[in-house]
């Protein structure tokens, strides 16, 4: 999508100049905090976050929402380095590169997804050209977000899958991705929804927009890497699935703009 290779190909630069700002003078725990970054993704959260602001205003100006990209990109990578831990998915690699506790270790690996959580709130805070009751509703929001009403508790339900604690079946495994996955890209709608402050109908189509979006990354996701769903259902069922979560965001009445985002995540299997 050349949308979103044009918006990567900028917003990575500013991602890596904020943590050299931050962290620069702190020598290797600058080079373990910004390799995650530096190893491909393609920053769909914080491009999501941008096009939903610019269908809400378009005259945003980027540097003003920078720090709420920023900051929901900084706890997706924080999310990625503490799954591939060995207590948790045990991964060695991630986009064909070492994941981080295999290149610099797994202490170093748990401090730097701390740091890079906990820098978020550092950047959110800083936010100026927003009212401050709007900067303090996203702050609370976010931490919502990435702890006990998505995040973290997907990752406990997905321990307990692995551990047998829960049954490995479709709603569980859908419950699972909704909260590791879906919840953050629905976090990426809801923050333009605080700061623009939509009419109530824009606001209800935006978040089914979001809840519908985060479903189709996940099902898309366990298609292109044969696990997740693909493991409890066949493809024909999964692509099925994909093609009637579409159908739905098509019928939400939001412009091309949206719409050509849910159709670059729906034919990624394509």
């Known amino acids: 999508m050349k949308r979103l290779e044009e918006f990567s190909s900028y917003f990575k630069p500013f991602v890596l100049e904020e943590l050299r700002r931050?962290?620069?003078?702190?020598?290797?725990?600058?080079?373990?905090?910004?390799?995650?970054?530096?190893?491909?993704?393609?920053?769909?959260?914080?491009?999501?976050?941008?096009?939903?602001?610019?269908?809400?205003?378009k005259d945003?100006?980027?540097?003003?929402?920078f720090p709420f990209c920023l900051a929901i990109e900084l706890i997706h990578n924080y999310s990625l380095i503490h799954?591939?831990?060995?207590?948790?998915?045990?991964?060695?690699?991630?986009?064909?590169?070492?994941?981080v506790h295999k290149k610099f270790g797994e202490a170093e690996a748990v401090l730097a997804g701390d740091m890079l959580l906990t820098i978020a709130f550092e950047v959110l805070s800083e936010g100026k050209d927003f009212e401050e009751r709007k900067i303090i509703k996203i702050i609370k929001?976010?931490?919502?977000?990435?702890?006990?009403?998505?995040?973290i508790t997907g990752q406990y339900l997905d321990i307990w899958l692995q551990k047998g604690k829960v049954e490995k079946n479709v709603d569980n495994i859908r419950l699972i991705n909704f909260y590791k996955t879906a919840g953050l890209i629905l976090l990426s709608v809801e923050?333009?929804?605080?700061?623009?402050?939509?009419?109530?109908?824009?606001?209800?189509?935006?978040?089914?927009?979001?809840?519908?979006?985060?479903?189709?990354?996940?099902?898309?996701?366990?298609?292109?890497?044969?696990?997740?769903?693909?493991?409890?259902?066949?493809?024909?069922?999964?692509?099925?699935?994909a093609s009637s979560i579409f159908m739905k965001i098509g019928r939400l009445g939001l412009?091309?703009?949206?719409?050509?985002?849910?159709?670059?995540?729906?034919?990624?299997d394509k």
């Open 60 to 65: 945003v100006d980027f540097n003003k929402i």
């Open 255 to 268: 412009d091309e703009r949206l719409l050509s985002i849910a159709e670059y995540i729906y034919r990624r």
């Open 141 to 151: 929001k976010v931490a919502q977000y990435s702890s006990y009403r998505y995040l």
């Open 191 to 241: 923050i333009p929804i605080i700061l623009f402050d939509p009419s109530y109908s824009i606001k209800f189509s935006l978040i089914k927009y979001g809840y519908f979006l985060g479903l189709l990354f996940q099902i898309t996701d366990d298609i292109l890497d044969n696990d997740g769903l693909a493991k409890v259902m066949s493809v024909d069922e999964l692509k099925n699935l």
């Open 22 to 57: 931050r962290l620069g003078g702190l020598g290797e725990i600058f080079d373990i905090c910004s390799y995650t970054f530096s190893t491909g993704g393609k920053f769909f959260r914080p491009f999501l976050l941008s096009e939903v602001a610019a269908f809400l205003n």
């Open 83 to 99: 799954d591939d831990l060995p207590s948790m998915d045990n991964a060695d690699y991630r986009r064909g590169h070492l994941t």
